[in-house]
């Protein structure tokens, strides 16, 4: 008996809840990459769109190891002579923490045609109110 192709057709999507409250942001990115991507589920097929969507809550009390909230900077360089602009981690924490874990994440998709597609199904929330129906809780 031939085994059945994962198709956009069979897929089933699930919405799975992590809570930013009690993970360190690494761990918690690493695990909702793997969860966007659909690696743990038993069909996983790398060249198909199979993830579940990602519903992440607290991200306002976000939590790092280490002296990171104070010492973890970002860079972004324009290209120009003097347009090296650094922010720290506290800084962009307070003026917008869901961007933070979105950069995270989107960071350890692959990079390929299907990362677009997976971040789509990421949603963050500063707090617990949310309307989605949660199945699955990490």
Do not use: C, W
């Not at 918690?28 to 038993?42: E, H, P």
């Amino acid at each position: 008996m031939p085994k059945e192709k994962n198709t956009r057709k069979s897929i089933t999507r699930k919405y799975h809840l992590f809570d930013a409250k009690e993970m360190v942001l690494g761990r918690m990115a690493t695990q909702i990459a793997t969860v966007l991507r659909g690696k743990n589920k038993v069909d996983f097929t790398p060249n198909i769109d199979g993830g579940d969507f990602v519903v992440v809550i607290n991200s306002d009390s976000l939590n790092v190891t280490g002296q990171k909230m104070e010492k973890k900077v970002y860079n972004y360089f324009s290209g120009y002579p003097g347009g090296l602009r650094t922010v720290k981690l506290k800084d962009k924490i307070k003026k917008d923490s869901r961007q933070v874990i979105q950069e995270a994440v989107y960071k350890m998709l692959p990079k390929n045609k299907l990362r677009d597609r997976s971040i789509n199904r990421l949603f963050i929330y500063k707090d617990e109110k949310h309307e989605h129906k949660i199945e699955i809780k990490h």
